[in-house]
């Protein structure tokens, strides 16, 4: 995998961040699952967390994924992610760059 291929995942996330902002749940599984899975650290964790608002932690979380180069592997561990907490419609967003292509998933 090159350099640009590694930053296309966190470019898609920067694209959108204003809608996903308005679509994640962070607050129900999915912090713990992304650390769990290597998409964010600790840190990143707390700094999320410490946001007053859900707006704001997504704010944060948002932040974080689209200015760190996610790896080919963390993009489809946090698309897992969105999948485990219930948030198939937020990955499905993701994977279709905001409408933008077809790569949709289903449930079930």
Known sequence: MT????????LRIGRHKKRLSEMIQPDFGLLP???????ITDRDREHIRAGESV???NDRL???LSTSSLSAAQY???LSAL??????HVAN??????????KLATSG
Do not use: K
């Not at 350099?3 to 966190?10: E, I, N, P, Q």
């Open 62 to 64: 948002l932040h974080c």
């Open 76 to 78: 489809q561990q946090l």
């Open 93 to 102: 967003f993701i994977r279709a760059d905001g409408g933008l292509s077809e």
């Open 3 to 10: 350099v640009v291929d590694l930053s296309v995942y966190s």
């Open 33 to 39: 699952q992304l650390l769990s899975n290597d998409v």
């Open 83 to 88: 999948e485990h907490t219930g948030q198939l």
């Open 55 to 57: 707006y704001d932690r």
